[in-house]
Every structure is written in structure tokens, then in C-alpha cells.
């Protein structure tokens, strides 16, 4: 049935639901977004182009990580924490094949594309609101309905205290993600990704601009570091190439990152933010599901490690990381394996007078990789890097000619790189979450396309 429909209709269905994912499938006590489930929608091409998948570069080295991981299962403490990680990398080579054999002009022209950006829009209003009205993202996320789009595990972890995360702090908002951090990435990369499909440049950079303030608006810091830095690779490359397009746009993305960070971290914004929420403290519901505080227990805004500083806390998890690996250099930790030497290491720095909270994950993609799996899953990801800079690098240079093409590679490219700098300091992963590895596949395919010459003028 499926080979009746198009490609284009079934890939922009996939990607559609990547957004809210929608866990209404349980199976043998887990629950499954339907977004991964459509995944098998793309299974034909995955059965027809069997001999292009064994050969392609992106797929054959993401089948080497996933054999050293699947060795890596048979020691592991916690293996359904491997068999999930194996299955995204599986999902991203399945959408990646589908998007890098679609038409991407039809593409772009499906109603689930179009519903697709219109649901981006309005997942960045819903984290802007949830920012100036903090109230509203904690009654949401410790509602009922609020498991559609999360976990329900997740959802009632966070409602029974057993789950905490930084969303609970009121300067970070992250709508339907219970971590401001991966939001921030998220709505970062679709910002870039806007830029990429919109031909023309004002309209581009006006869609653009609302889902870069839900980026700021999500309080991560990280991100403006890294809006700040793609700026400036911007804008080497402009110099680089000698290229007035190029230019353009690493000036465009420089005033509107300076704009948010006059936005956002001048006193004067925050002070009539600040008269807003106040006048509607009266009128916040009160938070179900959640008993309020006694006086000597804190809040869920309060028991964040907004009192520890998160460098630091940074550096003592990547110190632990260091012992680890002293210990395990080859074959790492297995699964679950960094979950149980962390929490010795946690009462380890307890005697010796140092606070940090238990339950932190390494914070780093190169050592969450290592621990799960050893150092040749490493090298795999390394590779696997290296060839994405490579034919971003391409792309970028066969299309410097062409004002949307080169706008195109550039924009791919930055959102690519913004989910792997995100990763070195934060939890996203090598391919990111479930909402992000269907179209971190989409922007790895686009990319490979406009490397290839036969494709370039497709731009």
C-alpha cells in the first residue's frame, strides 16, 4: 500500500510527527512515540535501494558504531538503554535513505511539510509563553495530558519528584521538553533548517527569526554560545570564499543574535517581563499532582542545581569520566555502567566535603560513547564526523555561485554542527534525541545531495 504513495508524502509524515511524537503505544511496559513507529512507512525504499545503503559512506560507518554497540550489549548492566540507542541509529539510516532519494522539491510542496513548520511555530510560542509565564509550563508538564507528547514515565517521574530538571527553573523554558537544553538545540536547528528550504531571503529570515527567540528564550546559555560562534564561522567563510552571499548572511544571523542577547540580557526587558508575570501571580493555578513544599523541603524550582555552578559541576563529572576510562580504556563501562560508578564516585566526593547531585549523566557525546560502548565506537564517530565536515565543506563550495544553494549548505551545516558542539557540553547524543535524529537524517541527506555535482543544481 504504502508503494502507492509517494515518497515525499510518507517522509514529510515521518518528519510531521517527529515534532509531537505522540506516546500513545506501549509495548511490554515502554512506551513508543508514534513518530518511531511511521518509521516502517519508509521501509520500501529501505528494501529497493539496499545495494545504494551498503555502499554509502554516513550508513556504512553508523553500522560499524552499531556493531561495536551491539558488542557492547552482551556485558551491560542495562540493555534496554542500548537496544534504545541502537534503535534511533537504525531510524536515521532508514529516514536518512528515504530523504536523500526524495524529490526535495515536492517535498517541500506536502501539507505535512507545511503542517510540519506550522507545528515548529507554535512549539516556539508555546516555549516563549512558557517563559514569561513560568507557572503555566509547570501546571503543563505535571498534567496528565502532557504525556502525549513526553514520556509518560518521564511525565511522572517529574510529577512524583523522582525526575527533576532544569524546565523547573524559571529563568529556562522548554515546552514539550522536559530539558531547556535539547529544546534550545531543537529549535535551533529548525531555525537553520528554515533558512535552508525558503528561496526567498527576506521571507527565510522573518520565519527564521520567531523560532530564534524561542531558542533564547529557552535560557540556554549554551546556545548563545553557539549562535555566537556560527556567526563567526559565518562569516570566515565569507572571507574565505570572497563571497558577498556568504557575507550577508553571517551579517543577517550576527544582528539577530545581538538583538536577542540585547533582548534577553539587558536589565530593561527582564524588568517589564518581570511586571508582567507579577501581575498574574494571583491568577496562576496551582500545580496538580504536586503537594506544595513544607518549609524546610524545597520547591521544584528550588531543588535545581541553579546554587552549583555548572561548569564546575562539568568538570568534576569529566574528572569522573577520566578515572573511568584509567580504569576501562578499550571496552568502556557498558550500558548502565556510568550510572553505577558515578554514584560511588558521588559518595566518594561527599567524604571528602564536595556537593554533587547524583544521577548526572557524562555530559559529554565522546565519553557517553566510550562509556557505553568502548573506544572503537569513538573512532567510528569521529570518522562519521569528519566525512559530514567534508561534504559540508563541498557543498558549500559548489554552490557558492548560487545564493540559495549556498545559503542552503551553510544553514544544513550549522545545524548539524550545532547538535554536535551541543553535544560535547550537554546530553543530546551523536544524533541527538528522538525529536531531533528524524531531522538531524533530513539535514545529513540534504547536505550529501548538494555535495555531489549531479545534484548541486538542484539548488
Not at 188 to 204: E, F, N, V, Y
Not at 213 to 232: P, R
Not at 334 to 345: A, C, D, E, T
Not at 358 to 372: A, M, R
Request: aromatic share 10%; hydrophobic share 50%; proline share 4%.
Amino acid at each position: 500500500m504504502t508503494s502507492s504513495i509517494s515518497l515525499e508524502s510518507r517522509l514529510s509524515f515521518v518528519l510531521l510527527l517527529s515534532l509531537p511524537q505522540f506516546f500513545v503505544v506501549k509495548v511490554m511496559g515502554m512506551w513508543l512515540p508514534l513518530a518511531l513507529v511511521a518509521v516502517v512507512l519508509l521501509f520500501p525504499e529501505l528494501i529497493i535501494r539496499f545495494r545504494e545503503l551498503v555502499r554509502d559512506r554516513t550508513v556504512l560507518l553508523l553500522m560499524g558504531l552499531m556493531a561495536t554497540q551491539c558488542f557492547a550489549l552482551t556485558g551491560s548492566v542495562d540493555k534496554a538503554m542500548g537496544v534504545k540507542v541502537i534503535v534511533y541509529e537504525a531510524v536515521f539510516i532508514v529516514v536518512f535513505l528515504a530523504a536523500k532519494h526524495c524529490d526535495w522539491e515536492r517535498l517541500k510542496k506536502q501539507p505535512a511539510m507545511w503542517n510540519f513548520f506550522i507545528g515548529c511555530f507554535l512549539l516556539a510560542g508555546f516555549v516563549i509563553i512558557c517563559r514569561i509565564f513560568p507557572e503555566l509550563e509547570d501546571t503543563f508538564l505535571l498534567s496528565g495530558w502532557s504525556g502525549i507528547f513526553i514520556n509518560p514515565n518521564v511525565q511522572q517521574g517529574l510529577a512524583d519528584g523522582s525526575i527533576r530538571n532544569n524546565v523547573f527553573d524559571p529563568v529556562k523554558a522548554g515546552g514539550i521538553f522536559v530539558n531547556a537544553n535539547v529544546a534550545s538545540c531543537y529549535l535551533g536547528m529548525l531555525s537553520l533548517c528554515t533558512l535552508a528550504c525558503i528561496r526567498r531571503p527576506r521571507l527565510a529570515w522573518g520565519i527564521s527569526l520567531p523560532l530564534l527567540v524561542a531558542v533564547f528564550s529557552t535560557g540556554s546559555k549554551t546556545a548563545t554560545v553557539i549562535l555566537i560562534g556560527l556567526t563567526i564561522v559565518y562569516l570566515v567563510v565569507a572571507l574565505v570564499l570572497r563571497n558577498i552571499l556568504a557575507a550577508k548572511m553571517a551579517l543577517a544571523l550576527g544582528v539577530m543574535v545581538a538583538s536577542m542577547m540585547i533582548l534577553f540580557y539587558s536589565p530593561i526587558p527582564q524588568q517589564f517581563v518581570g511586571k508582567i508575570t507579577s501581575q498574574e501571580t494571583n491568577l496562576a493555578p496551582m500545580l496538580p499532582s504536586a503537594s506544595p513544599p513544607s518549609s524546610d523541603e524545597p520547591g521544584p524550582r528550588e531543588t535545581l542545581d541553579n546554587a552549583e555552578d555548572s561548569m564546575n559541576s562539568r568538570l568534576l563529572i569529566w574528572q569522573y569520566g577520566l578515572e573511568a576510562f584509567e580504569e576501562r580504556p578499550l571496552m568502556g563501562q557498558g550500558y548502565g555502567g556510568w550510572q553505577q560508578g558515578f554514584s560511588s564516585y558521588v559518595k566518594r566526593l561527599g567524604e571528602e566535603g564536595i556537593e554533587l547531585r547524583d544521577g548526572f549523566p557524562p555530559h559529554n557525546t565522546f565519553i557517553y560513547l566510550w562509556s557505553q560502548s568502548g573506544a572503537l565506537s569513538v573512532v567510528f564517530a569521529a570518522l562519521l564526523l569528519l566525512y559530514w565536515s567534508g561534504i559540508s565543506l563541498s557543498a558549500i563550495g559548489k554552490n557558492r555561485e548560487k545564493e540559495h544553494g549556498l545559503r542552503m549548505a551553510m544553514a544544513l551545516t550549522g545545524a548539524w554542527v550545532w547538535l554536535t558542539v551541543h553535544g560535547m557540553g550537554d546530553n543530546t547524543g551523536l544524533l541527538g534525541d528522538a525529536h531531533q535524529v528524524t531531522l538531524l537524517a533530513v539535514i545529513i541527506a540534504g547536505i550529501d545531495n548538494l555535495s555531489e555535482r549531479k545534484r548541486a543544481s538542484a539548488a
